[in-house]
C-alpha cells in the first residue's frame, strides 16, 4: 500500500521554462511534507519542506505548493537549468511517529539546454 | 564537515553470507535511520532508532537487524544475505531545520552503500 505516490517516472522540460513534479498522499495523518533531490551515486539531499499549516513555502527557485483536501502537493522550479537534472523524491511525515519519512517512488527531471 | 557517514561503500556477498553496513553522525542526533532504494520502490524505511539504545521496525524489516549500542553509530545487519536484499542503503539522521517561516525538522543522508548479492 503505496501512501506516497509519484505518479509520473520522468519529466522533460526545456530550459529556462518551468518544472512541475507531483506527488499524491492518501494517509490524512500526514503533517509534514518534504522534496528531497537526488543525483546518481549520491545521497538524497534536502530540497524544501512545508507543514501542514500553510499551502505554499518558497524558497528562490523551488516553490512547493499543498492541497490538503485533494491529499496533493507539487514542487515548481521556475525558472529550470540544466542542474536541477536529478530524481526528486517527494515525503511526508506523522507527528510522533518517530520522524520517519515515507518517500515516493521519485521523478527523475531531465532539463534541457 | 563529515555529517552522515556510512561504511562500507560498495561490497559484493554470497548468498547466505552475514555483513553489518555502519552509519556514524557528528550531529548529536537523537534520530537515526536505514533505507534501502529499488528502482521504482522509492526509498523504504527499513529499521529505526530514535534514541541510544532503541530500535523499531520499519516498512520492511524482514531479514535485518539493527543496533544503536552509541548514539552516534546505528549499525544494520544482515544475517544471511539473500540476492533480494541486492540494493542501495541509505542511512540518515533526524535534526532541526528552519525555513520558510517554519521550524521543522528534516532528514540528512549518508552517501549510500552499494550491496550486491550473488
Known amino acids: 500500500d503505496q501512501q506516497v505516490k509519484q505518479n509520473s517516472p520522468s519529466l522533460s522540460v526545456q530550459e529556462g521554462r518551468i518544472s512541475i513534479l507531483n506527488c499524491d498522499y492518501t494517509?490524512?495523518?500526514?503533517?509534514?511534507f518534504l522534496w528531497y533531490k537526488k543525483y546518481p551515486a549520491e545521497g538524497p539531499t534536502f530540497l524544501i519542506s512545508?507543514?501542514?499549516?500553510?499551502d505554499k513555502n518558497e524558497d528562490g527557485r523551488f516553490t512547493v505548493f499543498l492541497n490538503k483536501s485533494a491529499k496533493h502537493l507539487s514542487l515548481h522550479i521556475v525558472p529550470s537549468q540544466p542542474g536541477d537534472s536529478a530524481v526528486y523524491f517527494c515525503?511526508?511525515?506523522?507527528?510522533?511517529?518517530?520522524?520517519?519519512?515515507?518517500f515516493g517512488q521519485g521523478t527523475e527531471l531531465s532539463v534541457k539546454p | 564537515n563529515a555529517g552522515v557517514t556510512q561504511t562500507p561503500k560498495f561490497r559484493v556477498l554470497k548468498t547466505g553470507q552475514s555483513m553489518t553496513l555502519l552509519c556514524a553522525q557528528d550531529?548529536?542526533?537523537?534520530?537515526m535511520y536505514w533505507y534501502r532504494q529499488d528502482p521504482g520502490m522509492g526509498l523504504r524505511l527499513i529499521h529505526y532508532?530514535?534514541?541510544?539504545?532503541?530500535?523499531a521496525k520499519g516498512e520492511v524489516p524482514d531479514g535485518y537487524n539493527v543496533s544503536r549500542l552509541k548514539k552516534q553509530n546505528f549499525l544494520l545487519g544482515l544475517e544471511s544475505a539473500a540476492p533480494s536484499q541486492t540494493s542501495v542503503y541509505f542511512c540518515?539522521?533526524?535534526?532541526?531545520?528552519?525555513?520558510?517561516?517554519?521550524?521543522?525538522?528534516?532528514?540528512?543522508f549518508g552517501e549510500g552503500s552499494w550491496l550486491t548479492v550473488v
Open positions: 515525503a511526508a511525515s506523522e507527528n510522533n511517529q518517530g520522524g520517519k519519512l515515507i
Open positions: 550531529m548529536n542526533h537523537e534520530y
Open positions: 512545508i507543514s501542514s499549516i500553510k
Open positions: 540518515a539522521s533526524k535534526g532541526e531545520l528552519y525555513t520558510g517561516g517554519v521550524s521543522g525538522n528534516t532528514i540528512y
Open positions: 532508532s530514535v534514541g541510544e539504545g532503541t530500535t
Open positions: 494517509n490524512s495523518m500526514f503533517d509534514y
